[in-house]
């Protein structure tokens, strides 16, 4: 684990400068005041103090740590990246001391790249190819890259003369691994066709993907040095936090409490409503609207492929119950699509809730992926929802999710994906695939250390759809740092007593996370599992309280106020 050692020196201080410095921040005052600045001078006080007493010390008269050189701090910040050198090639015309300054002038960078990237696609690649699902790909691509500036936006916005709270650094976490996850996608999809394709777009991607990381790696750190030093700050504002958000106003705690809160448009198949489908009720959503829109979707089955994009926010969707109403498709990787455009469904904007109501492809496992809900939208929400399909059935994507008395069921890697996603008394249900297949219920992406992602399903129940006598595990590493738990959860007897496995037979990096904890039932016996470097067999309570609603997805703040039960521990 890195601890602020990682960082080097910014310079040397007085060990009463040093003392001064601790009993300032922990004035009361300056808790409630913080800002970015001060977490990065306490990162630098912390650092120097400890150098000041390494036996090679210099006198305690020397030069302070801010009075540094540029060069010198942009290269105590870059230290802590896993692309030092391109970091301080980028960042060296910012030409400041001023951590903070550094660290914002790293997203304009990183934005700038971005808008270059995504400005080629799928133009400049597009132009001579013939393979339909070569060009999709490349649609996608700019799909994600596109979403990957928005996310960027947000992250610039979130800091623009605001006072950054341990809230804030986690948004930017949150938001920054996203843009990393959506480059990634790029990748993923390219690899189904063209894997010549990919190595030239990633030659391209170069600049983009690692200044995206190391914006990620330097707000990583801030917090982490924070959490790791016992330093009470952010401890004291999680509790002022924790109220109430400023985006969650009275009007929306009224809509999220309500159990059937008045529509905006009602949708219903037999004309009793405002409109007959889902994608006309989609149509009418404004544009970045601070107010919930609400969609109510009377029983009935709706066959169409419904996408609300990124600019859609604050959308619940709620119908007469999970299998009354049914939104289903039948797109499929088999059948010529991109597996990130199979999704019946797609909710992207930030603030999406969905209850009462199932997601279904029925394409069928013949066809290969085949997605029934995909999401990138952050602080989402699942209630009493159903994810039916075989391959690929929940693509959860990016950002912070979770998800409350959900049926999932599928085949191969049914839960998919690079989000932080919490699931809490769901009942995952694998079941029967082609001969010869065997089933993984999770295969989550993770790709760069400081991403805050990963799945943690919690007080849940796993048990079959039906007959199953396939070969079936909790899942299988798909990234170098995928991170999967699993908590408190009945586990049948039907898993392999390895319990998980590996991708295409090979041992995954021990960089990956892989955990149980306290889990019951004849699949719960952990003596014959896999040998991995990088899996838990026996997580202690510390480990397993990382995943948990509060740790993992912040979750206690927007998940109070709604009429969705959860646990936050």
């Given at each position: ?16 400068e ?27 006080g ?16 020397e ?14 910040v ?39 990237v995504?400005s ?17 790909a490349?649609?996608?691509?700019g ?10 936006d ?7 003369g ?61 917090l ?22 400023p ?26 409503g ?7 009720a ?6 970045k ?21 990124k600019s ?8 007469d ?19 990130f ?78 989000s ?5 008394d ?9 001969p010869?297949?065997?089933?993984t ?16 399903i ?19 590493p ?10 408190q ?52 309570a ?28």
């Open positions: 684990m890195d601890t602020c050692a990682s960082f080097k020196g910014y310079g040397k201080v007085d060990e009463l040093e003392a001064a410095f601790k009993r300032k921040i922990r004035n009361q005052k300056i808790i409630l005041s913080v800002s970015l600045v001060l977490f990065i001078s306490l990162i630098i912390v650092v120097a103090g400890t150098l000041v007493h390494r036996k090679d010390s210099r006198n305690a008269d030069v302070p740590a801010a009075a540094m050189y540029p060069a010198e701090a942009i290269k105590s870059c230290s802590v990246t896993l692309y030092p050198e391109s970091c301080f090639t980028s960042l060296g015309a910012s030409n400041t001391t001023d951590p903070e300054k550094i660290f914002q002038f790293s997203l304009t960078v990183v934005m700038g790249s971005l808008h270059k995504s080629t696609f799928p133009g400049k690649f597009i132009d001579g190819k013939e393979d339909p699902s070569v060009k999709e490349l649609r996608v691509c799909t994600v890259l596109r979403d990957a500036v928005d996310s960027l947000d992250c610039i916005s979130s800091i623009d605001n006072p950054i709270s341990v809230s804030r650094i986690n948004d930017l976490k949150t938001w920054l691994s996203t843009v990393v996850t959506d480059q990634e996608t790029c990748f993923d999809a390219l690899e189904e066709v063209d894997a010549a394709l990919v190595t030239e777009v990633r030659n391209l991607m170069k600049n983009s993907t690692e200044f995206a990381s190391n914006s990620l790696a330097i707000v990583s750190k801030f982490r040095t924070v959490e790791e030093n016992n330093i009470p700050i952010h401890r004291r504002l999680l509790e002022t936090e924790r109220g109430s958000p985006w969650l106003t009275a009007a929306h705690r009224r809509i999220l409490q309500e159990d059937k809160p008045k529509p905006n448009v009602t949708v219903a198949k037999d004309g009793s405002d409109v007959r489908t889902i994608t006309e989609v149509e009418r959503i404004q544009n609207s601070e107010s919930i829109f609400v969609i109510h979707v009377k029983a009935g089955e709706y066959v169409e492929n419904v996408v609300l994009s859609l926010w604050n959308v619940m969707i709620y119908g119950g999970k299998a009354a109403t049914v939104v289903s498709g039948k797109r499929s990787n088999g059948t010529g699509f991109a597996t455009v199979t999704a019946t469904f797609v909710a992207m904007g930030k603030g999406f809730m969905a209850r009462d109501i199932g997601f279904k492809n029925d394409a069928g496992p013949q066809n290969n992926q085949a997605v029934a809900f995909r999401s990138g939208s952050d602080r989402s929400i699942f209630y009493r929802c159903s994810f039916e399909a075989f391959q690929d059935t929940l693509y959860a994507h990016s950002n912070r999710q979770f998800y409350r008395e959900c049926d999932v069921s599928g085949t191969v890697d049914f839960i998919f994906g690079n932080a996603s919490v699931f809490q769901c009942k995952i249900m694998p079941r029967q695939p082609l010869n297949q065997f089933v219920i999770t295969a989550q992406g993770k790709t760069d250390p400081n991403q805050n992602t990963g799945f943690s919690q007080r849940s129940e796993m048990s079959p759809l039906g007959n199953l006598t396939a070969p079936t595990y909790l899942g299988r798909w990234k170098n740092y995928s991170t999967t738990v699993i908590l959860t009945n586990i049948g007897g039907f898993l392999n007593p390895l319990g998980w496995l590996a991708w295409q037979s090979i041992d995954p990096p021990s960089t990956i996370f892989y955990g149980e904890y306290a889990n019951a039932g004849p699949g719960s016996n952990t003596s014959s599992r896999v040998q991995w470097a990088g899996y838990k067999p026996t997580l202690t510390a480990q397993a309280s990382r995943f948990n609603v509060e740790s993992f997805i912040q979750g206690t703040s927007w998940l109070n106020g709604t009429n969705v039960a959860f646990e936050s521990t």
